[in-house]
């Protein structure tokens, strides 16, 4: 069974950035995928980024520009570095392994964007 913990979260300042990161349980192999979703009150969870185990990346268009997400695969690690911060970024952020069949998810780590 993989565990994914995330962390990072925090409250920050509209403008203002935070890193998350990811850490898997152990090296993961073979062919998967590593993405961040947040989901904010009263809205469906939705993709923010994703990395591929060959290193290709997508956004969502909301922020695309702002936001990258990288991987330090000697430490298991997915981060989301996020850049000018808005209030709408509010939410709580989660990462998944997607590997096959199988999804594995985070806990979740909220994020505040608010003066």
């Known amino acids: 069974q993989v565990q994914l913990v995330e962390s990072g979260g925090g409250l920050v300042q509209p403008g203002g950035s935070l890193r998350l990161s990811c850490t898997t349980s152990?090296?993961?192999?073979?062919?998967?995928?590593m993405g961040w979703y947040r989901q904010a009150p009263g809205k469906e969870r939705e993709l923010v980024a994703a990395i591929t185990s060959a290193g290709s990346t997508n956004y969502a268009d909301s922020v695309k520009g702002r936001f990258t997400i990288s991987r330090d695969n000697a430490k298991n690690t997915v981060y989301l570095q996020m850049n000018s911060l808005k209030p709408e970024d509010t939410a709580v952020y989660y990462c998944?392994?997607?590997?096959?069949?199988?999804?594995?998810w985070g806990q979740g780590t909220q994020v505040t964007v608010s003066s």
């Open positions: 998944k392994l997607q590997r096959g069949n199988n999804d594995y």
């Open positions: 152990g090296t993961i192999f073979g062919i998967y995928v």
